[in-house]
Structure formats: C-alpha cells, structure tokens
C-alpha cells in the first residue's frame, strides 16, 4: 500500500492507514475526472472548472460565495469563471435582493444550451464507465464520500473558529 509507505507512521490495517489509502485514491480520481470533464466538455467550448461553476447555477441562481461553498473551490477562482462565462454570454449576473453588492449569476439560454450538450455528452460516458457496477456499490461509496466530506466541513468549521486543537495541522 502506497500509504504505508508515505505514512509509516500510521499502524499497519488501520483505519488511519486505510483513510490515507482512500485519500491518495481520490486524488487520483480526481486528476482522471478533470481531465475526462474537460473531454466531455470541450465540444460546447467548456473546461471542467467552467462547466462545474455553470452546472452549480442551473437549478437556481447563486452568488459567486455560494458556488464556492458548494463546490468546495476557492472563492476567488470561482469569480474569475464566471466572469469569463458572463463575458461570452454564458451566464448573467443580476441584482440580489438579499445582498446590494453579491450579485447572482445564472446561465443564460446559451448557458442552458451549452448545459444540454454537455449533459447528453456525460449520460453516455457515465453508463460506460458504470458499466459491470451495481446502483448500490456506488451508492454505498457515494454515502461514505458523503460522509468524510461532511467531517472534514466540521473539521474546517473548528478550524474557522480557531478550535483546530492542533495548532490548524492536518
């Protein structure tokens, strides 16, 4: 195990160790789920980072915070995709009834069309990739995904509040 080696701190068939494991395993995942984003949606002129911020605001209009805050990005990075995407036309900022100055961005038509595209593009390839999985494996790895994210929001909820017990370590 890679962790055992990086890590040979954690005792061997620990949930520590098997925690790292997983960790290591997501960044991995993760670099391949970028870069197949950025397959899927180079036909409608999107990156990951750009689809990811328009997808955020199909449902509902958000502000560039609570984009960040739900996709886990950094604010400021989030501001610059959408600037960009309401420079081509693909999303609109509007006035927020809730804040004078944090404007709501939503996908304009063209966003929405650009959305479609993609979203029949990511139907195939999700039945490819799923192909030989049941519902419920990745049901169950979506649940503890859901779970250890929930933990690490708790984690940097202390951390804002100066209650990290650590000193702010990982």
């Known amino acids: 195990m890679l962790a055992a080696r990086l890590f040979p701190e954690h005792e061997p068939g620990s949930p520590s160790e098997a925690f790292t494991e997983l960790v290591l395993e997501v960044f991995r995942t993760n670099g391949r789920l970028l870069a197949a984003g950025d397959r899927l949606a180079a036909p409608a002129g999107l990156t990951s980072a750009r689809w990811q911020v328009l997808g955020a605001i199909e449902a509902q209009p958000l502000t560039v915070a609570q984009i960040a ?96 017990g650590n000193g702010g370590a990982p």
């Open 69 to 164: 805050r739900r996709m886990g990005l950094a604010r400021q990075s989030v501001q610059r995709v959408a600037d960009r995407l309401a420079a081509e036309g693909v999303v609109a900022f509007r006035d927020n009834p809730n804040h004078r100055r944090a404007k709501l961005a939503g996908p304009t038509p063209q966003g929405r069309d650009l959305l479609g595209q993609v979203g029949r593009l990511q139907s195939r390839w999700a039945r490819r990739i799923a192909d030989g999985l049941t519902a419920g494996e990745i049901a169950a790895a979506t649940r503890l995904l859901r779970r250890l994210r929930e933990r690490l929001d708790g984690e940097a909820a202390g951390d804002d509040a100066g209650d990290a």
